[in-house]
């Protein structure tokens, strides 16, 4: 156990719904992450939050948004989604930026 | 950026024998180097980590060997056992100011009791 949860843990979506992917992290961290990972590719790191505050948006697609209320709590929003955005969505939190990423289980998201 | 290149793919070693995974990167800048292991249904969890002022790191039956001239760094596994078997992924970034990991694509391992 990390320290780190993620609901839910499996979700099936149509491309036309709209549903969010919920981050807890019980370790008092500062920053949190979304990966994406796919099979045979290297995780691709999505977003980053330090103290609340979005400091990385790596060219993702406008139909995932982030929100991160507070230090503990990060979302991420799905709405018209693809078949190909089909994959594990990771959630990770570190103390700092750029050392120690704890890992939450992943939500497995397929998309029809 | 950074591009990390982990071999092999997949191992398959004998229950007891030993397995190493390797991993190259290509700036100069990386000073920090974690290993994770994910197990099936699982997210990736950090096993071991290296820092660029360190050249060996061990933890029980797991090391990690750092080459900064040569930009590459491995995982040992001594002694394997089946519960070894996992996806094994390496990954470089910045420390100081950095937020990005960059993470090789994994290696599956399979011990065979």
């Known amino acids: 156990e990390t320290g780190v949860t993620q609901t839910p843990r499996h979700l099936v979506m149509g491309m036309t719904n709209k549903k969010s992917l919920k981050c807890e992290q019980h370790?008092?961290?500062?920053?949190m992450y979304w990966y994406k990972q796919s099979a045979k590719k290297p995780l691709e790191l999505m977003f980053v939050y330090s103290l609340e505050e979005r400091v990385e948006n790596n060219s993702v697609p406008s139909r995932f948004s982030p929100e991160c209320p507070n230090s503990s709590h990060l979302f991420l929003h799905l709405h018209t989604l693809q078949p190909e955005d089909s994959a594990l969505y990771l959630c990770?939190?570190?103390?700092?930026?750029?050392?120690?990423?704890?890992f939450g289980p992943g939500t497995r998201l397929t998309v029809l | 950026g950074e591009n990390v290149e982990q071999h092999p793919s997949t191992l398959s070693v004998q229950e007891g024998d030993s397995a190493v995974i390797k991993c190259t990167y290509s700036d100069s800048a990386s000073n920090y180097f974690p290993w994770y292991k994910q197990e099936l249904g699982k997210g990736p969890q950090l096993i071991i980590d290296i820092r660029s002022n360190v050249g060996e790191k061990k933890d029980q039956r797991i090391a990690v060997t750092l080459n900064k001239t040569a930009k590459h760094f491995s995982l040992h596994i001594t002694e394997t056992q089946p519960e070894d078997s996992a996806v094994y992924f390496c990954?470089?970034?910045?420390?100081?100011?950095?937020?990005?990991?960059?993470f090789g694509t994994g290696t599956s391992l399979t011990v065979i009791p």
């Open positions: 370790l008092g961290h500062n920053a």
């Open positions: 990954a470089a970034s910045i420390s100081t100011g950095g937020n990005q990991f960059y």
């Open positions: 990770a939190s570190s103390q700092v930026r750029g050392l120690e990423q704890f």
